[in-house]
């Protein structure tokens, strides 16, 4: 089966601008997560989906932030406006339940100057 | 709140050396353990898992044992090779917590093996 796939592999936007980040999780995994690595410190939690609905947003930093998973499928994560300090790799996750392995994308670095 | 504490990196080793890379966790409740590894290049590919007290994941020659009494789970490998060479990441995943699932993660350890 293919795994999660995560759309740009690397963005590079000015403090300011917008971007988008997309995820599609492998076909059938209800759970999908979206995760962020800032600086070399550890990987937190942003967001998780199971379907089309977010069951926890708790990680979501503000409200600059915004995760969309229409039909249940792929994801979206945009960020508008954003600072420096969005900068890292942003990771997707998708599982088939709560406690199943999540099965990660190769993550989405972004850089904003 | 759950937390994750790796030993300080970066390890380097050559190759056919003993590996530790120690890990301990705080966590409410009875959660199941997890480590990953990111090789470069690639996403995290989850390396061994263990969901209760006592027990032993294993994958690749890597081993860890779930430590209630000590809050570990420690990453073990015998014989590390140069394929090894990676990123890290113990973590943790908790059922009695608002979302099933989340993983809470470990600053992460780069690991390098030199031949």
């Known amino acids: 089966e293919a795994g999660v796939t995560q759309f740009p592999s690397h963005s590079v936007i000015e403090k300011g601008q917008t971007v988008t980040l997309r995820c599609d999780p492998i076909?059938?995994?209800?759970?999908l997560y979206w995760y962020r690595r800032v600086m070399g410190k550890e990987i937190k939690f942003l967001l998780h989906f199971v379907k089309e609905s977010k069951q926890d947003e708790s990680g979501m930093p503000n409200n600059r932030f915004l995760a969309e998973r229409t039909g249940g499928t792929y994801s979206t994560l945009k960020v508008q406006p954003a600072e420096l300090e969005d900068s890292g790799v942003y990771f997707c996750a998708s599982s088939r339940g709560g406690l199943a392995g999540q099965y990660f994308g190769p993550g989405t670095r972004l850089t904003v100057t | 709140g759950d937390s994750v504490t790796q030993m300080e990196g970066p390890v380097t080793l050559s190759e056919e050396a003993f590996l530790t890379i120690n890990c301990t966790y705080t966590?409410?409740?009875?959660?199941?353990l997890f480590w990953y590894v990111q090789y470069p290049g690639e996403g995290l590919q989850l390396l061994l898992k263990?969901?209760?007290?006592?027990d032993k994941g294993s994958n690749k020659g890597f081993e860890a044992t779930y430590r209630k009494e000590t809050t570990s789970f420690h990453l073990e490998k015998g014989s590390v090779q140069v394929s090894d060479s990676a990123v890290y990441f113990c973590a943790l995943t908790n059922a009695g917590g608002t979302s099933y699932g989340k993983l809470t993660f470990g600053q992460g350890t780069i690991l390098t093996v030199h031949p």
């Open positions: 966590a409410t409740g009875y959660p199941s």
């Open positions: 263990a969901t209760k007290a006592d």
């Open positions: 076909s059938g995994h209800d759970n």
